[in-house]
C-alpha cells in the first residue's frame, strides 16, 4: 500500500510527534495540511488524516479538506490527539468520512499536553504525552494496519 499522512499540530506538537513516527512505521509520506495544494492524491490508497482535538473536535481544516475531496476506493485511518485521550473526539470526523464513502480501516488516539486556557495556570496537564509507551502502541497499531493490508 502506498499510505500519505496528513497532519495539523497547532498547539504543542503532540501530534506531529504521531504522525511522524506513524510516517516512519507506515513507510509513508507525511505532509502538514498547510502544504495541500501541492498534493496528488491519486498516487495513494490509503489517507491518514490527524491533527490536535480542539473543542472536541479535529481541526477546521481537516474537516475543510474531506469537504472537498473524493474519497472513493481510498482508505482511512483517523488519529488525533487531546487533554484527555477520549476516543469519542474521533466520532465527527469519522462520521463524515462516512458520509463521504471512504473506508476507515483505523483510528489511533492519544493523550497530548495541554496547556489550553485555564490548564496552563497548572503548567498543563497530559505532561509528557505522547510518551514511550503511547509509541509503542502506535507501533503495534501500524504493524496490525502494515498487516491488515498484506491481506
Ligand atoms: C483551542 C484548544 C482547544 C482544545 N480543546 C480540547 C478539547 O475539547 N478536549 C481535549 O481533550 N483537549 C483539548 N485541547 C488540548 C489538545 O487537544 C491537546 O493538547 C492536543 O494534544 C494538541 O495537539 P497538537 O499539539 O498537535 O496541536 C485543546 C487545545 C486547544 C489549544
Known sequence: MKSLIMYISEHNGNTKK???????????????IKDLPTIELEKYDTICLGSGIYHGKHHVEIFDFVDRTNFKDKKV????????GNKKNNILLNDKLLLKNAKIIGEFT?????????????????????????????YSFCEQVAKKNEK
Not at 114 to 138: A, E, H, Q, V
Open 18 to 32: 504521531i504522525a511522524e513516527n506513524m510516517a516512519l512505521w507506515l513507510n509513508a509520506d507525511i505532509l502538514p
Open 77 to 84: 485511518i483517523i488519529f488525533s490527539t487531546s487533554g484527555t
Open 110 to 138: 492519544c493523550k497530548g499536553f495541554d496547556t489550553y486556557g485555564l490548564f496552563k495556570w497548572i503548567g498543563g496537564i497530559s505532561k509528557g504525552r505522547p510518551n514511550s509507551m503511547d509509541l509503542d502502541r502506535l
